[in-house]
């Protein structure tokens, strides 16, 4: 298995800023809050689904060492352990 070329903080950074600066814009719309969202934090290409899972290997079909961000839409956290996720969208 290839391995990304960033640190796991640069992919944190790239992944956060790309999620608030160009692609949340586009994505959270009411049919899309709660769903899953993986980013290629070099590419800037998305996948958008119910599971976390198949949105990454979606990805990293087309590239096999992508760099990969994970969202929920409108949500604080893809999961809550022990916790409660917190709704960031109205």
């Known amino acids: ?50 599971d976390l899972l198949a949105t990454s290997l979606r990805l990293r079909s087309k590239q096999a060492d992508a760099a990969l961000w994970t969202e929920r839409i409108g949500f604080n956290a893809v999961y809550a352990v022990g916790g409660t996720l917190v709704r960031t969208v109205e």
Do not use: A, H, W
């Open 1 to 50: 298995m290839s391995k990304p070329k960033l640190s796991d903080d640069k992919i944190t950074q790239r992944g956060k800023e790309l999620y608030e600066n160009s692609i949340r814009p586009q994505v959270e719309t009411p049919e899309n809050i709660g769903k899953i969202i993986s980013i290629n934090v070099e590419t800037g290409e998305y996948e958008i689904g119910d």
